[in-house]
């Protein structure tokens, strides 16, 4: 195992975290005969968001790490609100972050006639009873921290009576409401969870593996360290919220008598300007806010994709995040410094023109061309070099130019000089405006032997400007996605839907790339020279009609 104290991280260094302890420790020791075999188990009632992500990277990353492997199990115990849709899109995110469930694909749904059977074993046992109350008079039993419940009425029914009347409602015979069956633990128990729980509920709803043929259905708690155990898991790792939930995980497991799992919980991801409830991201989509449940605002890992998050920023990011035992709040930004970081290396730099005004250099032949080489990515020696085509008239940014100007302003004005990038230097020489004052053409004379690579011209330039030629433009669409919530915590003030932001989407229509662009593909990263990275958006691009999408600002220019 090398160091036991010290793991090694690329070409960092860092102490083992506490799961990490554990699991040399178990190995050490030869428990499970020095197995590790872990599980990720979605429940598919919604779309992956970036705290799974973590917990994608943690179950199946501890798994690879120490020579072993991962089961995706499906929890499906709850046929109301899932559905294949939801299937099919958890298997795909994962296998986007490039993780292999190689210990194969299951449903707790696969384990129905088990979990049946272990409800009986505890009925016989005398360990769980079949409940006729209502969900008010049960919870009124409950009792209160501090504050012993009582029981419930139905307590002490035999097991022979308890298992007849378990067995009508798994045959339809009993309403929904009507019965449930619970675990008879304590209700003085001083963890609430403990006090009776509910493992069997009735309900006359489809399931979208098994039909109609099951009726009741089992409780989490209850499905879920036995469909564990079943499988043999040795390191059940999830998040602190069910941490006082283990209790009855291992009482389960304990009054069974079946395969020791052990629960394991670490920090679930908190990210600040974002919401991570499923619920309230489903009502972000049901109330048309935003464009399905992978739009590139929202943190699905379907949404990242679409916007142009790199599955390998999103691993570091959550190997940067780490496993702790205390929840805490990360600042999105460092999400975002991943992807720039994964990008700055990896993406094709192009040119392109968010808001086109006419560049004219009128000293530069009319109907002449020539093609200009450019470097793909001064990062990566391997990209190698394009050519991009340079004319009379060419396309330039609006903000790039200003009337009056002061010394600070390197971009172009009356008095100015700037490099066109990959190009010429040029001069101002003057401009045009319309009816209402705004410029739309600037006038320059270049100087000819000024090229990019070959200057000897003696001028300096200050600034340098992007540029598309304009006979060889291509139009596009451009979408300039922000953070959609304005404040780091949106439902401190009560309803997140307050703290939307307004601006979260900007549209852009006729914007003018650079004919390399024209084949473009989805998954593809650029960074526009000077405006930040862009991806083919997945959803509305086509042939023709390209639509990009911003991953990512150049730098962290937000001021919220």
């Not at 969870?193 to 509910?198: A, H, Q, S, V």
């Not at 799992?261 to 806010?289: H, P």
């Not at 662009?517 to 959803?539: C, H, I, N, P």
Request: proline share 5%.
């Amino acid at each position: 195992m090398g160091n036991p104290e010290m793991v090694q991280d690329g070409t960092e260094k860092r102490p083992l975290h506490f799961i990490e302890q554990k699991i040399e420790a178990d190995i050490a020791a030869g428990k499970h005969g020095g197995a590790v075999l872990t599980r990720f188990p979605p429940e598919p009632n919604g779309y992956l968001h970036i705290g799974h992500a973590k917990a994608i990277c943690v179950s199946f990353g501890l798994a690879k790490k120490y020579g072993g492997k991962t089961n995706l199990r499906f929890d499906d115990t709850n046929p109301e609100k899932e559905s294949t849709e939801y299937v099919d899109a958890i298997r795909k995110d994962i296998s986007w972050l490039q993780f292999e469930w190689n210990g194969g694909e299951y449903y707790t749904s696969d384990y129905f006639s088990q979990l049946y059977d272990f409800a009986c074993q505890l009925i016989a046992q005398g360990k769980a009873y079949v409940d006729e109350q209502s969900a008010e008079e049960m919870a009124a039993q409950k009792g209160a921290p501090g504050v012993p419940g009582t029981n419930s009425p139905f307590r002490d029914r035999s097991p022979e009576e308890n298992l007849r009347l378990f067995n009508e409602m798994k045959e339809g015979q009993c309403q929904e409401g009507s019965r449930v069956l619970r675990a008879k633990i304590d209700m003085a128990h001083d963890n609430m969870l403990m006090r009776d729980p509910i493992i069997y509920r009735i309900k006359f709803v489809e399931h979208h593996r098994t039909g109609t043929d099951w009726v009741i259905y089992p409780m989490y708690d209850f499905a879920h360290g036995q469909s564990d155990s079943i499988e043999n898991i040795t390191h059940s790792l999830c998040s602190l919220e069910f941490e006082n939930h283990r209790p009855l995980y291992n009482w389960f497991i304990q009054t069974l008598d079946i395969y020791p799992t052990e629960q394991t919980e670490f920090a679930r991801l908190n990210l600040s300007y974002t919401i991570m409830s499923k619920r309230k991201l489903l009502r972000l989509v049901e109330e048309g806010v935003v464009d399905g449940w992978d739009d590139p605002r929202m943190p699905t890992i379907s949404g990242l994709r679409r916007r142009g998050y790199t599955p390998e920023s999103i691993r570091v990011f959550a190997d940067r995040v780490g496993v702790a035992k205390r929840n805490n709040v990360i600042d999105v930004s460092l999400l975002e410094w991943s992807l720039r970081d994964d990008l700055n290396r990896r993406a094709p730099r192009v040119m392109a023109v968010l808001n086109p005004i006419k560049l004219v250099v009128l000293n530069y032949p009319e109907g002449e061309n020539e093609w200009l080489e450019t470097v793909n990515n001064p990062e990566d020696e391997t990209a190698g070099n394009r050519e991009i085509p340079f004319g009379r008239e060419l396309w330039m940014e609006a903000d790039d130019f200003k009337v009056e100007a002061n010394k600070k302003w390197f971009r172009l004005a009356p008095g100015k000089v700037v490099r066109l990038k990959s190009a010429y230097i040029v001069e101002y020489v003057n401009h045009l405006t319309d009816e209402s004052g705004n410029v739309t053409e600037v006038h320059v004379n270049y100087i000819p032997n000024s090229r990019s690579g070959q200057d000897v011209s003696g001028v300096k330039a200050k600034g340098t400007l992007h540029w598309v030629s304009q006979s060889h433009a291509i139009d596009a669409e451009v979408r300039l996605y922000d953070r959609l919530f304005n404040e780091s915590n949106p439902e401190a003030s009560g309803d997140f839907m307050d703290a939307l932001n307004e601006d979260s989407l900007q549209i852009k229509p006729n914007c003018k790339i650079e004919p390399s662009l024209a084949q473009a593909g989805e998954g593809v990263v650029y960074q526009f020279t000077r405006l930040g990275y862009f991806t083919v958006d997945s959803k509305y691009s086509a042939p023709g009609a390209l639509v990009f999408n911003r991953a990512v600002t150049l730098k962290d220019g937000w001021k919220g």
